[in-house]
């Protein structure tokens, strides 16, 4: 089975400051995909970035990027130039590409973007 | 527009009372899912479908129910025999195994209580 673990449960940064929110996971498979998902206070979640995990590259968009360390099996996400709209709660998440398609979630990050 | 709709925003009821949560999507998705949030936790998946008339347990299913008979709809059942049925509940849906795109759409949520 497999596990997703955040490790820093809140976060707190000043506006236009980056922040970085990190994310490991633990599988036996080796093909996968990772997402990073926002959740404000309206609780609506939305899709920030995702990586399939057969592409070296990490993703970027816009203001947010990813570190992979498949090796490490890691996925951090950071944020640069953070804006106030960027307070939410970030989950990571985990998909296997066989079988069924479940989301495995992080226990999640509050952050705060104070003025 | 396109998207899912869940209803309603908030639902009360007595403890022993059986209660359906809806759930409607109109973006020709193959999948749907059904997740309870706890506070402080991340997102747990409780039931999944694949294609209509067929559903599978996730990983709490016990003291819920589900059924599938039209692409568009998954309604959540919460029993009575569900312990702890106060939470917020999020229905989202997916593409399909075939499409290759692995994105889940979440709707807005139902806040139920339990008193």
Redo the contacts between chains.
Sequence with gaps: AQT?T?SQ?EMSVQEAETVTLSCTYDTSESNY?L?WYKQPP??????VI?QEAYKQQNATENRFSVNFQKAAKSFSLKISDSQLGDTAMY?CAF?K?QG????V????TRLTINP | DGGITQSPKYLFRKEGQNVTLSCEQNLNHD?M?WYRQDP??????IY?S?IVNDF?K?DIAEGYSVSREKKESFPLTVTSAQKNPTA?Y?C?S?I??LAGN?????G??TRLTVT
């Design positions: 997703v955040q449960p995909y997402f309206s609780r609506q979640m939305i899709l995702r989950f998909e590409v069924a398609q479940k989301l979630f992080g226990q999640g | 999948a899912y402080g936790q991340g997102l747990r998946l999944y694949q599978q996730g917020f999020l989202a997916s399909g195994l692995y994105e889940q759409y979440f807005p949520g």
